[in-house]
């Protein structure tokens, strides 16, 4: 079956589009307007984002190819095909990482920093490294000598190793093996060295050295296996990756806490699918780990160089140097919430109009109020709240306890299978009940990824709801980081929804009635398709016919399909996905349907639906990307933006999105990530800047 094919239909395999987002992010550090530090940030994000995939997608597509043709009923592309073209381009894009590695470590060089290694310490800092390794390194350095007998078959796939080769007098006996763990989890990734002073030579005293602890172990290395007869010692980085996904049988009658907790073992035991190993290390001790550590596909095998988990990359010391960071900005005042007297709080002006918070350019610091007014009024009775991920100090969740010790009710579901969060949300709900909190621990058999906030509120002889409904997480840490939507209303009917999607929560016997939300798995998908089979008649009529949507992934077989058609019927489709994006557009719906990826400073993670309603465009903020995940198996929300000062504000939001040339990459039919081609102004409007500008002028008409 061609890859680009699914049904007869052009359809990229998700994973593939991924590996083309993530190459966006590796642009950003080979970018040389992007300052040196932010750079190297890049460069650990992609490690990062890399591991996840391996950890999650590609160990779901062994599982799936390992079905053989039985994949055909799941509606998707051959795994097999699928893991093929991933190994393909990730050898590419290996060479590729390094290249741009090796240019930013010699940028920074100039700039007074470098990385030196065991063997390029300065001779003036070797005793005080000898010091450090000694006193705070050696002491959690606990060898596994490899033997015949050895099994590694359990050994964690978290940290990162060295395979140590240690050899006698050449030509006495066999080398012996072992494996040392590197501690990152107690001890930093990088060390820098104390400043060289009265250093004749002017260039090194002015030079900053950093060493990776790897290569702090190296040094040290003979002193830790001193007691065995051996003479030379050789460390060869690896790492390798588990398979991460949680799985769960269908008994419902262990409770989800239990469950949870098993699959957090299993987790541990996963099948390895990823190894990365030292291009330089022997090929028979080679061999010996790939036995011991189960690895029998070579496509599971990927040479790289001294240095692996490049994640820590992202926690490269900065050693003061501001100047090779970006600047920092401060949070755009809201037209709304910071005009008039400091002393009108946030529910009056809520009463008057809604409000739509803009991050990270608006503050989150304004939900942080707005949770705070309602946890000391005492006119509030009730706060729920939904938790798929929170801030490791997080305020929110300060803000609960605090309103439950002030005599509220305070509901707050917590999700337990928010990935790689398990842990963290089993942790805040045990904290949660012993303060009196009621908690909802997770759905059987469907994921919570709605982000909604309701406050209840007695004023006179009414009740009114103020709610807060985001696009993200009601997380203070990735707000600062991520571009996201979050909009404060009392509307009446969206505070009854909100209330009836908490007793769903509470009590998920019955499909909850929504007046003006919709729900996923109940009616998101449906309203996704209506929305554009009536942009498919408007095109087929002669009339005006657009839709615009702004994703962080777009994968959905069945939505993908209708945006074709739509393209073909004449609607105008735009579309700004960040991520997976299985739109091939062919010669048939190229004219009509095109789409951009805009990787910059902050995350784009905001999902907004605009679709053109012969000329009464509809507006929708939603938690959930178009994946059949989100629209099939997990519990999300759509919320329409009615206010037309806010759908104004949406509109111009997602007009200078569109307009970006300067960080956008267009979507074409192979992803290669070419850069928008640029118009004839002198300067490329940078979407991310120009936002910032127009909500400072205001937010109003542009």
């Known amino acids: 079956m061609d890859k680009h094919l699914l049904d007869g239909r052009p359809f990229r395999a998700k994973e593939i589009s991924w590996l083309s987002f993530n190459s966006r992010v590796l642009e950003e550090a080979e970018d040389p307007s992007v300052p040196l530090m932010e750079r190297m940030k890049f460069l650990g994000i992609y490690s990062s984002n890399l591991d996840e995939f391996f950890r999650v997608r590609v160990a779901t597509l062994r599982r799936l190819a390992r079905l053989g043709r039985e994949f055909t009923a799941l509606n998707i592309p051959d795994p097999a095909e699928t893991l093929f073209e991933v190994h393909e381009i990730l050898v590419k894009e290996t060479a590729r990482f390094n290249r741009a590695y090796d240019v930013v470590l010699e940028s920074l060089e100039k700039k007074g920093i470098t990385v030196v ?67 990152t989890d107690i001890l930093p990734r990088f060390y820098v060295l104390p400043e060289l002073v009265g250093v004749k030579d002017k260039k090194l005293g002015k030079q900053r050295q950093v060493m990776y602890l790897d290569d702090i172990i190296r040094f040290g290395l003979a002193t830790i296996f001193e007691t065995l007869p051996y003479e030379s010692f050789d460390a060869y980085a690896i790492k390798f990756t588990r398979d991460s996904e949680l799985e769960f049988d269908d008994d419902f009658t262990e409770s989800i806490m239990e469950r949870m907790s098993e699959g957090l073992r299993a987790r541990l035991m996963g099948s390895p699918v990823r190894m990365n190993y030292d291009a330089k290390m022997p090929e028979a001790f080679l061999k010996l780990l790939r036995r011991k550590l189960n690895f029998s596909q070579l496509d599971s095998l990927y040479p790289g160089a001294s240095y692996h988990n490049r994640k820590f990359l992202i926690g490269f010391p900065t050693l003061g140097r501001k100047h090779l960071c970006w600047p920092v900005e401060k949070a755009v005042p809201h037209a709304q919430l910071d005009s008039g007297t400091g002393r009108t709080g946030i529910f009056k002006r809520l009463q008057k109009h809604d409000v739509l918070l803009h991050l990270p350019y608006h503050s989150f610091g304004h939900f942080l109020d707005f949770l705070r007014e309602a946890v000391m009024d005492p006119l509030v009775k009730a706060i729920s709240l939904t938790q798929y991920r929170f801030a490791r100090d997080s305020c929110v969740a300060a803000a609960l306890v605090a309103a439950v010790r002030n005599g509220k009710r305070v509901t707050v579901m917590v999700e337990p299978q928010a990935r790689f969060d398990e842990e963290a949300n089993l942790a805040w709900a045990a904290d949660y009940r012993e303060a009196g909190i009621k908690v909802i621990m997770g759905l059987p058999g469907l994921k919570v990824h709605a982000k909604l906030c309701l406050v209840e509120r007695t004023e006179g002889r009414r009740n009114r709801s103020y709610c ?39 009590s998920p016997a019955r499909e909850p009635k929504l007046t003006k939300l919709v729900a996923s798995p109940f009616g998101m998908r449906k309203l996704i398709e209506d929305s554009i089979h009536r942009e498919i008649a408007l095109a087929e009529k002669g009339e005006k016919a657009e839709i615009l949507l702004k994703l962080n992934n777009l994968s959905d077989p069945v939505t993908v399909e209708l945006l074709d058609r739509a393209a073909i019927a004449g609607v105008k489709v735009r579309l700004i996905v960040r991520s997976m994006y299985s739109v091939v557009a062919d010669r048939k719906v190229r004219k009509n349907l095109k789409g951009i990826g805009i990787v910059d400073r902050y995350l784009e993670h905001s999902r907004i639906l605009m679709f053109g309603n012969g000329g009464k465009p509809q507006y929708y903020l939603t938690s959930a990307d178009l994946l059949p995940r989100n629209l099939d198996s ?24 569109w307009k970006d040339e300067f960080k956008a990459r267009e979507l074409d039919k192979k992803l290669s990530n070419p850069p928008r081609k640029k118009g004839k102004k002198a300067k490329a409007t940078r979407a991310q800047t120009t936002i910032r500008d127009w909500l400072a002028a205001g937010g109003g008409p542009v």
């Open 117 to 183: 290694n065991e063997l390029s310490v300065p001779l003036a800092q070797r005793e005080h490294l000898m010091d450090y390794f000694l006193s705070e390194v050696r002491p959690h350095l606990m060898p596994i000598l490899l033997k015949g007998s050895s099994d590694l078959s359990d050994l964690r796939d978290h940290p990162m190793y060295l395979a140590i080769e240690m050899k006698k007098k050449a030509g006495a006996g066999r080398p012996g093996y072992a494996l040392i763990e590197i501690p």
């Open 468 to 506: 807060a409904i985001g696009t993200g997480n009601f997380n203070e840490s990735t707000a600062k980081l991520y571009t996201d939507h979050l909009l404060l209303t009392t509307d009446p009917e969206i505070g009854k929804d909100v209330e009836r999607c908490f007793r769903y929560l509470a």
């Open 634 to 657: 997990r519990f999300e929300v759509v919320c329409p933006v009615e206010d037309k000062k806010l759908q104004g504000e949406l509109s111009t939001y997602l007009q200078l999105q």
